[in-house]
């Protein structure tokens, strides 16, 4: 389906124009526990080299977090977590690197210290439905949000489609009520949090309704060497990278707009053939 275009500025840098063009957003975990590549790159210098490799293999956003999501995982203490992630964000500004970043983070504190560090974007994995203070934050220093699908309370009878859309409904009623344009949300739809495998599947197939739903809105995939590709192909993390391919370039015909990957290089080619195939090679 054609895509969307949206323009979302960015405070200290040009905006992001998303449309046909897929961005990729490289993942840069800063945790020793992350589901896939947890310890890989938990020191500055570590972290600094690997932002430098997914931006020469074609990163477009860089994604810093310091606390893992997986299943199982044990919530970190805020200043932890400011301790993991600040000083990234000071050294990549630090080595003259101004590509956009994002902080994947689920706390207000640790989004205002990155923003105020360099930080562009805020990717609340709670969607503006957790924390108050965290769409007042976003308001206040005017930042675009990733704001993702996680509802606790779905069930394997959930019909997703119908519900996601409810539910971001009021995830922009939320950023409308603090001051925040309801444009400047970019919507993800939680892949893997709280859905069944089948639940994953059908929202990816049903990806056009999210899109048609929210025409003012950017979507955001992040299916990277995720579980719903494992469970499918009986595989693990480090062996997911075609199911990977295959569910973003799926997502992006399907109207995707942002890609959050591990592996930049192969994704970045497969979704500039995508993009070229749906339009054009030129």
């Known amino acids: ?17 998303l449309g046909r063009r897929a961005l990729v957003m490289g993942i840069l975990n800063v945790t020793p526990d992350s589901f896939s590549d947890g310890g890989t790159h938990d020191a500055v210098d570590a972290a600094l080299a690997h932002t430098r490799q997914m931006l020469a293999e074609g990163a477009d956003i860089i994604d810093i977090g310091g606390e893992s999501t ?57 969607g503006l439905q957790g924390a108050a203070e965290m769409v007042e934050i976003a308001a206040i220093m005017q930042a675009p949000v990733i704001a993702m699908h996680w509802d606790r309370l779905w069930t394997a009878e959930t019909d997703p489609m119908p519900e996601m859309i409810a539910w971001f409904r009021t ?38 309704e999210l899109t048609q739903a929210f025409p003012g809105n950017a979507i955001l995939v992040g299916t990277s060497r995720k579980s719903m590709i494992g469970k499918l192909l009986d595989n693990q993390p480090g062996e997911r990278l075609s199911g990977t391919i295959a569910t973003n370039v799926q997502a992006y015909e399907r109207g995707g707009h942002i890609f959050r990957v591990h592996d930049v290089r192969p994704l970045s080619d497969a979704l500039r053939v995508a993009e070229a195939t749906l339009y054009s090679p030129t």
Request: aromatic fraction near 2%.
């Open 171 to 208: 995830t922009l009623a939320t950023a409308h009520g603090a001051g925040l344009d309801p444009t400047c949300i970019i919507l993800d739809p939680g892949f893997g949090f709280t859905k069944t495998l089948n639940q994953n599947y059908s929202i990816l197939r049903q990806l056009p």
């Open 70 to 126: 997986r299943p199982g995982s044990e919530p970190v203490p805020v200043q932890v977590e400011l301790d993991r992630v600040i000083p990234v964000i000071d050294a990549i500004r630090a080595a003259g690197i101004t590509t956009p970043i994002s902080i994947d983070t689920m706390k207000p504190l640790v989004a205002h210290q990155a923003l105020e560090a360099g930080a562009d974007i805020i990717n609340d994995v709670k």
């Open 1 to 17: 389906m054609p895509h969307t275009t949206h323009t979302i500025p960015l405070r200290h840098r040009p905006p992001l124009t």
